[in-house]
């Protein structure tokens, strides 16, 4: 008989960030990225499997259906002081689970080396940002630091659509709506959400995952109506953001989708988490402030990622953060090594790190010597 309080109480203890519940498998723990198993006498059995979905779903119904209709479950579950968001799915017929730990306290936004100019970019009254990266890039983290900056700092209605919710929020100077996505749940869909939030004088919409054209036409609807939409893309840099986000369209429909966006987006900001020297995770982030520059290069026929790279690099006194700066400040202040420095980027983009990491460190040099 599996104890799951017992696995999730260590798993806590142990600063995990996810734990595994696979058939076959000791319960798995990921601690700083690297998978660590639980101690325990024996694998999971398939009666233990069919007992962990029992823990979850608690005889929910509208839960039950949408795992047996579509194979599939997200939810959220509250153990003791944590939130788990539980993902079950099926591999062999038998259920599967990922729980992801989350922590009530949010760490604070001046903590998380996210560049000041993606906070300072929340004063916008209207327009799209984009927090982006791949799964376990820490874009959940950032987008609700970003949500609790503004509930401290500015008087709006902020309303979240998220599957689930994760963090929960109190209203402070701001009013918070949180919404949870899904069948039985607080709305249908993304897209349903963000087309009824035009009717709920929200200051700011903030939708938890952008994964299909309805939610994106949703979008771009609700910020052209004058409203800040902030959310959250699977991509892995600025500039593939882009082209995500017009491919969602139809070809005939690219050009006109092309003008919207490059008139709306305000800021991508695309995230890495690396583990440090010291085994702790950093944030590695690229950021894309959208000038006339960038706008230029959206609305062209066909898009060139080189080109949105360098409309990046030589924009970086309007607040834009190439990744390779990002990267190579990490190495210069020995946060990182360099073989994880090199690891990030392309081979062709070796020799621009090296000479960035030598200009860094030149500066670096300069500034010791005036400061003594």
Same mark, same amino acid.
Request: with cysteine.
């Given at each position: 008989?599996?104890?799951?309080?017992?696995?999730?109480?260590?798993?806590?203890?142990?600063?995990?960030?996810?734990?595994?519940?696979?058939?076959?498998? #000791? &319960?798995?723990?990921?601690?700083?990225?690297?998978?660590?198993?639980?101690?325990?006498?024996?694998?999971? /059995?398939?009666?233990?499997?069919?007992?962990?979905?029992?823990?979850?779903?608690?005889?929910?119904?509208?839960?039950?259906?949408?795992?047996?209709?579509?194979?599939?479950?997200?939810?959220?579950?509250?153990?003791?002081?944590?939130?788990?968001?539980?993902?079950?799915?099926?591999?062999?017929?038998?259920?599967?689970?990922?729980?992801?730990?989350?922590?009530?306290?949010?760490?604070?936004?001046?903590?998380?080396?996210?560049?000041?100019?993606?906070?300072?970019?929340?004063?916008?009254?209207?327009?799209?940002?984009?927090?982006?990266?791949?799964?376990? !890039?820490?874009?959940?983290?950032?987008?609700?630091?970003?949500?609790?900056?503004? $509930?401290?700092?500015?008087?709006?209605?902020?309303?979240?659509?998220? $599957?689930?919710?994760?963090? #929960?929020?109190?209203?402070? #100077?701001?009013?918070?709506?949180?919404?949870?996505?899904?069948?039985?749940?607080?709305?249908?869909?993304? !897209?349903?959400?963000?087309?009824?939030?035009?009717?709920?004088?929200?200051?700011?919409?903030?939708?938890?995952?952008?994964?299909?054209? =309805?939610?994106? =036409?949703?979008?771009?609807?609700?910020?052209?109506?004058?409203?800040?939409?902030?959310?959250?893309?699977?991509?892995?840099?600025?500039?593939?953001?882009?082209?995500?986000?017009? $491919?969602?369209?139809?070809?005939?429909?690219?050009?006109?989708?092309?003008?919207?966006?490059?008139?709306?987006?305000?800021? /991508?900001?695309?995230?890495?988490?690396?583990? !440090? #020297?010291?085994?702790?995770? /950093?944030?590695? &982030?690229?950021?894309?402030?959208?000038?006339?520059?960038?706008?230029?290069?959206?609305?062209?026929?066909?898009?060139?990622?080189?080109?949105?790279?360098?409309?990046?690099? !030589?924009?970086?006194?309007?607040?834009?953060?190439?990744?390779?700066?990002?990267?190579?400040?990490?190495?210069?202040?020995?946060?990182?090594?360099?073989?994880?420095?090199?690891?990030?980027? =392309?081979?062709?983009?070796?020799?621009?790190?090296?000479?960035?990491?030598?200009?860094?460190?030149?500066?670096?040099?300069?500034?010791?010597?005036? $400061?003594?």
């Amino acid at each position: 008989m599996i104890d799951i309080d017992k696995i999730l109480d260590t798993a806590r203890k142990k600063d995990a960030s996810d734990v595994h519940l696979i058939c076959g498998l #000791k &319960p798995m723990l990921r601690i700083r990225r690297e998978l660590i198993e639980y101690e325990c006498p024996s694998p999971l /059995v398939e009666d233990d499997m069919y007992e962990v979905y029992d823990y979850f779903v608690r005889g929910n119904v509208d839960k039950d259906r949408v795992f047996k209709e579509t194979k599939k479950l997200d939810t959220s579950f509250e153990f003791e002081d944590i939130r788990l968001r539980v993902n079950i799915s099926l591999a062999n017929e038998i259920p599967v689970f990922t729980m992801r730990l989350i922590k009530n306290e949010l760490p604070k936004y001046e903590d998380l080396g996210v560049p000041d100019i993606v906070r300072r970019m929340t004063y916008q009254p209207q327009g799209l940002m984009l927090v982006t990266g791949k799964t376990n !890039s820490g874009k959940t983290t950032t987008l609700n630091a970003l949500i609790n900056e503004i $509930n401290e700092n500015q008087n709006k209605k902020i309303l979240t659509l998220e $599957n689930p919710v994760e963090y #929960k929020h109190t209203s402070k #100077k701001s009013v918070i709506i949180q919404k949870e996505v899904g069948a039985g749940r607080d709305c249908l869909s993304f !897209s349903d959400g963000v087309k009824n939030s035009l009717r709920e004088d929200c200051d700011i919409l903030v939708i938890g995952e952008i994964r299909d054209r =309805e939610t994106m =036409e949703a979008a771009i609807e609700t910020a052209e109506s004058g409203h800040l939409v902030i959310g959250t893309l699977h991509t892995k840099s600025c500039a593939e953001t882009i082209d995500r986000m017009v $491919n969602f369209y139809e070809i005939r429909d690219q050009q006109t989708v092309k003008y919207l966006i490059s008139s709306l987006l305000k800021l /991508v900001i695309s995230q890495r988490l690396l583990p !440090s #020297k010291t085994g702790e995770l /950093v944030l590695v &982030p690229e950021v894309m402030v959208v000038d006339n520059i960038v706008s230029g290069i959206i609305r062209k026929e066909k898009i060139s990622v080189s080109e949105i790279e360098d409309a990046i690099q !030589s924009n970086l006194e309007k607040g834009s953060i190439g990744l390779i700066n990002s990267i190579a400040e990490l190495f210069v202040n020995d946060v990182i090594t360099l073989e994880q420095a090199k690891a990030q980027i =392309e081979e062709k983009n070796i020799e621009t790190l090296n000479r960035t990491i030598m200009q860094l460190k030149i500066k670096k040099e300069k500034d010791n010597r005036i $400061n003594q």
